[in-house]
């Protein structure tokens, strides 16, 4: 994942990590850009987005908190995948006190 600010003329499929007000529209974070979206851009004068570019090697971001978090939950606990705020939640179902063995993640 290449991230950074990308100027709108070479941001053809990098997906927005801010939203984008442009003309009569938002495009949210998380939105790919596609050449409709680009031609919006360029005409509402915009310059540059901040956002990422994936290569084929990558793992999504939604991908690997998946991973993560089910190395971390364990008996009793739930979790959320990341919504459009980039958060992630987990959930205990039963009174108690959290604690995680790092070396849980080490063996990924």
Known sequence: ????????YDALGVELTHPVKCQDKTLKKGHVLTSSD??????AGIKTVVGARFS???IHPETAADIL???MVGDYLRYTLPDESG?????A??????????????RL
């Open 87 to 91: 958060y992630c939640e987990i959930f």
């Open 56 to 58: 084929s090697n990558d």
């Open 38 to 43: 680009i031609g919006r851009l360029k005409y």
């Open 1 to 8: 994942m290449k991230y950074g600010e990308y100027p709108v």
């Open 69 to 71: 978090l089910k190395t």
């Open 93 to 106: 179902d039963i009174d108690g006190v959290f604690a995680f063995d790092p070396d849980r993640l080490k």
